[in-house]
């Protein structure tokens, strides 16, 4: 870890010795990762381990990067309260433009406090890290990161995502539309994974679950669910998490945990799903680089409006 590294370099203590507070540090509260730790360790030792931050904008942010500093025009704000099987939250997706481009900074539960004195169309200067998300980079800005209003000027490139409708057969990799197509076949694999109860992230399974913010936790799970959909044009295969799973599915993640739990079959999962239902399916367009084919990630599924629909093609 260049954090050890670094504590070692400007203290004289071997790595070993750190290596040991770090252990000791985590056993005061398993919810502390190793970089936290770290953190923690360091500022006792009277050590700033930040990096100096420089300003980005927002089309240059690329997942992994750490301490980044940006400067955009928050176009949205959509707050919800989720609840797993675990624990009850809170999380806020804020869309953020800058002359460049568009990102989402992600927030969870007590980080939503820093929202309370701003609003829609603020300007904010965000000190955070950038991770890959489902549909993009995020940002997060984590416990050392912050958030807060700026006098400077931005101009948004967009005043939030909209999805134009497109054909299956037209989209390419990266593409962000919306797809009115039939639900034509749903994988019946297993649907649940593993994630931080906290904060809803993924976590990893070593010898205990681990989140990389709130360290080992107890894991809760949610639902992805993939499948076919086919519009005439061509058919694509999709990925649903969260609500869009469960839309799928027609249950809650609950109810899916429950009832898997009680048979310890996964077909039961699958009973209420209704293919051949013809649906309204926004998304972005992402490449598995494992099976080298794209993939439509999906961010809502809505109903077909048969009267709107008419007044489409009556525009046309």
């Not at 079959?265 to 494992?290: A, C, M, S, T, Y």
């Amino acid at each position: 870890m260049d954090l050890i590294k670094k504590i070692s370099s400007e203290t004289g203590l071997s790595e070993d010795e750190i290596l040991n507070r770090i252990d000791e540090k985590r056993k005061q509260s398993d919810m502390i990762s190793e970089e936290g730790a770290a953190y923690l360790i360091a500022k006792e030792l009277g050590i700033s381990l930040l990096r100096k931050q420089e300003r980005l904008n927002i089309a240059s942010i690329i997942p992994g990067m750490q301490n980044v500093d940006i400067i955009g025009r928050m176009t949205r704000i959509a707050k919800k309260d989720f609840e797993t099987e675990k624990a009850k939250g809170r999380l806020a997706n804020v869309f953020l433009s800058d002359e460049t481009g568009t990102a989402r900074l992600v927030l969870w539960n007590d980080e939503i406090e820093k929202l309370d004195d701003l609003s829609e169309g603020d300007v904010v200067h965000i000190r955070g890290f950038v991770k890959e998300g489902l549909l993009g980079p995020e940002i997060r800005i984590g416990r050392y990161g912050s958030i807060v209003k700026s006098d400077e000027q931005v101009t948004a490139v967009t005043a939030g995502r909209r999805y134009e409708r497109s054909s299956i057969a037209d989209l390419t990799e990266g593409d962000a539309n919306e797809v009115k197509a039939c639900l034509v076949h749903v994988f019946e694999s297993n649907p649940f994974y593993e994630v931080c109860p906290q904060c809803n992230g993924r976590v990893k399974e070593e010898t205990n679950y681990k989140c990389d913010e709130h360290g080992n936790v107890e894991p809760a799970h949610a639902l992805v669910v993939s499948g076919i959909i086919d519009d005439g044009t061509e058919n694509m295969r999709f990925v649903s998490f969260g609500e869009n799973a469960e839309k799928i599915l027609g249950m809650k993640t609950g109810e899916a945990r429950k009832a898997f739990m009680k048979k310890m079959d996964k077909k039961v999962i699958f009973e209420n799903v209704q293919p051949g239902r013809e649906l309204l399916f926004d998304g972005v367009v992402r490449r598995n680089k494992l099976y080298d084919r794209l993939e439509f990630i999906l961010n809502n599924i809505k109903s077909v409006d048969v009267k709107k629909e008419i007044e489409r093609l009556l525009v046309k």
